[in-house]
């Protein structure tokens, strides 16, 4: 039978008040930690329909060893990077895999399911109005001031790419007008720190700057749960 997954079962508390009769009138509940949600080991569900936790914390998902077949918990809705709100890598039975996202969310209620098993193999997140919600990942971009000259004899662009809150692997695209001029991933920066990226140009990106006074460039950074960042500058 499938119940309400609270941490801190009846039967817990009921034991907690016999153990430490002290500790209940010792002020407000604990804020529910870090929630696992585990798939059944016959195919295909989650154990719970319903899992709580507290903001800013990551949630765990689980297959347990014997389950027969592979699962993932991802977000039925989308994220302000375009991909799932939350989600954790599919893993095969007897592993664990974080369930990334769940750490900006506020509070409120949260569907999700196994992408592998549909709709049939979902169940719900609902975080709690405790604890506080960790800052979704921003970053800005600018590309820095430089002459086309300068770029054609390189062949490299520079951007001047700050983090607003801490961010582990910025993806940097750059455009030559509608052209894909350069591209460069996986770029780590802390939290308030900024770094020059030299982004190489690809031969459309050579070739898109190789003639005329003036190149219209455009840059987009994206960075994973959190909104993309975009940038323009008409070099000379
Ligand atoms: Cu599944």
Redesign the pocket.
């Known amino acids: 039978m499938k119940t309400r997954g609270g941490v801190f079962g009846v039967g817990m508390v009921a034991g907690l008040i016999l153990l430490f009769p002290g500790a209940v009138s010792a002020g407000p509940a604990p804020p529910p930690p870090a929630v696992t949600i585990t ?1 059944d080991d016959s ?2 569900e989650f154990d719970l329909d319903f899992y709580e936790q507290s903001r800013g914390e990551v949630a765990t998902f689980e297959n347990p060893a014997g389950a027969d ?4 918990v991802v977000s039925t809705v989308r994220g302000p990077d375009g991909g799932p709100l939350f989600r954790s890598e599919t893993i095969a039975a007897g592993s664990t895999s974080p369930v990334e996202g769940t750490q900006y969310l506020d509070d409120g209620l949260y569907p999700f399911y ?4 549909g709709s049939g ?1 979902s169940g719900e997140l609902e975080i709690s109005p405790l604890g506080v919600a960790l800052p979704r990942p921003a970053v800005k971009a600018v590309i820095a001031p430089q002459s086309l000259r300068g770029i054609r004899r390189s062949g490299i662009v520079r951007v001047s790419l700050r983090a607003v809150t801490g961010s582990p692997a910025v993806n940097l695209e750059l455009k030559s007008g509608p052209l894909a001029a350069a591209y460069a991933g996986g770029i780590k920066l802390g939290s308030g720190s900024t770094r020059v990226v030299s982004l190489r140009l690809n031969r459309a990106g050579r070739k898109a700057v190789s003639k005329g006074r003036q190149a219209v460039l455009s840059v987009r950074a994206s960075v994973a749960f959190g909104s993309p960042a975009s940038a323009k500058r008409t070099v000379r």
């Open positions: 798939a195919c295909c077949a592979p699962h993932n196994c992408t592998l098993h193999m």
